[in-house]
């Protein structure tokens, strides 16, 4: 059998009752069926060589996935998209180093042990919009450098049997330290959702890169003054005023709330050497686009930052995300749209 090998099922969702053991075998990728029993193939059956892991659009129990990466002792590259049941993921390896789960509508995704994980990638998780919510709990991972999407008002965060929330003080057992690059979705308009914003930037206190989609939202008066008064008052994080160096803030709308958080970003972060903005398409003139930004950073206290700004000529809420930029070992930052040069 050869290296690489699509199993599909164009037709309706059937199960595939048992895998014929392959040892040759690096890239698996199963879409449009029912997910193999792995309980019921004969102990001792692996996957020895298998490096990349897809499954897409199946149907599976509690518990398949983590039965398969089990039998793959060198796996690490495990891709998850179009889960219609809400998946529930345990994530125990020794050699997982990217996870990276997409068009899904996910429960609960658990890393319990996973030493060599380097991206957790976790992106628009299906049914948000109804209000469910998707539980990313973070264990012993002492190598995660990448983490995204969190979605403000639908993920909730866990670290080391913590659950993070609006407010909390910042301790050793609910920081994640090697965690140089953080992805979020933010709706500017929503206090709930920048006040978790705040409390996610605790958690990494030694973060490098920081992107931010801003969501749309609909803004009421009384949301609005909250979220101006939050902002002129708010102090810092360690993170913002000493280690971010870069940042990029994707649909800007020149909206109260994004404008508002991006004049407190800008005034407190010392470190910072770069930063993009990408307006949203169709939103401001040439001379209203110039006016704007320079209101959000005139009081920028870094010296040195470079300052792009660009129009966006993607989708609302930016492009369907691609296995492959996760997967690019070359490519430092899944997230990034370019490739900073020092």
Known sequence: MAGRTPLTNAGAATEADAYEPVTTLTRLYIGI?????????????????????????????????????????????LNIQGSNKGLRLRLVSQSLWCVQICGSVVED?????????????????RDSARGLCTRVRIGD??????????KAGNHILEIQGTVIVAGIKPRPSTMVMNVKILSLNV??????????????????????????????????AGNVRLNLRFWES???????????????FCEFRGELGEAAFLKFFFRSARALESAMITMRSG????????SRVKQVYQKMVSKSCKMIVLGSDGPEGGRPWSFKRGTDYCF?????????VG
Not at 283 to 290: A, G, K, V
């Open 33 to 77: 069926w029912k997910f193999p029993d792995v309980a019921r193939l004969p102990r001792g059956t692996s996957f020895p060589c298998l490096r990349e892991l897809g499954v897409c659009t199946i149907l599976t129990k509690d518990g398949d996935i983590e039965a398969l990466v089990a039998r793959s002792p060198v796996l690490e590259i």
């Open 283 to 290: 939103s401001f003139s040439t001379d209203e686009l110039s």
């Open 234 to 248: 708010a102090k810092p994080t360690k993170s913002v005023e000493f280690s971010i160096k870069v940042i990029s």
């Open 332 to 340: 430092k930052d899944p997230f990034s749209a370019v490739e900073w």
């Open 109 to 125: 995704i658990a890393v319990v042990k996973a030493p060599c994980l380097d991206r957790l990638i976790v992106e628009h998780p």
């Open 187 to 220: 709706c500017f308009g929503d206090h709930d959702d920048i006040k978790m914003l705040t409390a996610f930037l605790r958690c990494f206190p030694n973060l490098e890169t920081l992107h931010i989609m801003s969501a749309k939202g609909v803004y009421q």
């Open 141 to 150: 991972c002492p190598k995660l450098h990448a983490l995204g999407i969190l």
